[in-house]
């Protein structure tokens, strides 16, 4: 469904988005389960066609599979997906216009940029001008102050489970593509993030930047959120909010009571 080794892409056809965001199914019918999603210029694999409406994918940036309507991406051949699937920039901005003579789009926070060269980016069909703020794809300076900033614009967002654009995210995607802007590669759920970055061995010791890693109550890894300071995390719960955090875990003051379960916390930066 969501999560599979990774197949030969030498025998698939290939496919870019070119809508600003576009669902990826669970199963090739409507009211599947929403799995993830692909932001405008991200790039995938074509593993299988249903029928013509239909098609399964593996996405190039979060290495998910799942369905998605054929309509809503653009068929590619394997020299032009190369080419815009290598080292895209990303775009900061949370909702700007990219245009050129004849159609200007709308694109959210954490898009692709494909061979974006600081005032245009090339898709399949035409270059588009795109005058918002981006980070090349080797990433910002890494500095904790400007990660919390990024982050921030995320703030209010609300949840969706496999949502990946401000107007619906959940906590995986969230710490990704935070991470993503700042060249730090990270899978995109939070069962496979916290094994990457260093333990930090006490909550006292954290720091703005460190991944706080939350259970469910079988102890499995189910949600994350980064720590800002001063005893607090934004994370992604009914929006991506601000709580407070202890050894014991998540707490909504709006409830007054701990939603998540700490486990473990790690430091990337």
């Known amino acids: 469904m969501s999560r599979k080794k ?4 030498k025998h698939l056809f290939h496919a870019i988005c070119n809508l600003n965001v576009i669902p990826v199914f669970s199963k ?23 029928n013509k409406h239909w098609f399964k994918i593996q996405t190039t940036t979060c290495n998910i599979i799942g369905w998605v309507r054929s309509i809503q991406i653009q068929l590619t051949d394997e020299n032009t997906y190369t080419k815009l699937s290598t080292n895209p920039a990303i775009a900061l901005e949370i909702c700007h216009p990219l245009f050129n003579d004849d159609i ?13 060269d ?14 918002g703020q981006a980070a090349l794809y080797d990433g910002l300076e890494t500095s904790q102050e400007i990660l919390i900033k990024i982050a921030r614009r995320y703030l209010y967002s609300p949840e969706l489970p496999g949502g990946r ?27 496979e993030q916290y094994l990457y970055g260093e333990i930090v061995d006490f909550t006292d010791l954290a720091v703005e930047g460190d991944l706080a890693f939350c259970a469910d109550t079988e102890n499995q890894i189910n949600h994350v959120g980064i720590v800002i300071g001063d005893k607090k995390v934004l994370h992604v719960h009914g929006c991506v909010r601000i709580d407070k955090i202890d050894h014991h875990g998540f707490y909504n003051y709006d409830l007054q009571k701990y939603t998540h379960k700490l486990r473990i916390i ?4």
Not at 6 to 9: E, G, L, Q
Not at 28 to 50: N, R, W, Y
Not at 118 to 131: D, L, R, V
């Open 6 to 9: 990774k197949v030969d892409s």
């Open 118 to 131: 600081g005032i245009s980016c090339q898709m399949p069909e035409a270059k588009y001008i795109y005058n």
């Open 266 to 269: 790690k430091r990337l930066l």
């Open 28 to 50: 090739p019918v409507d009211d599947a389960i929403m799995v993830s999603q692909m932001l405008f210029g991200e790039t995938c694999h074509i593993v299988e066609k249903k």
């Open 165 to 191: 654009s401000p107007f619906g995210i959940d906590s995986g995607a969230f710490i990704q593509h935070v991470f993503r802007f700042f060249g730090i590669i990270l899978p995109r759920f939070p069962n």
């Open 104 to 116: 200007s789009k709308s694109i959210v926070i954490g898009s692709s940029l494909p061979c974006y």
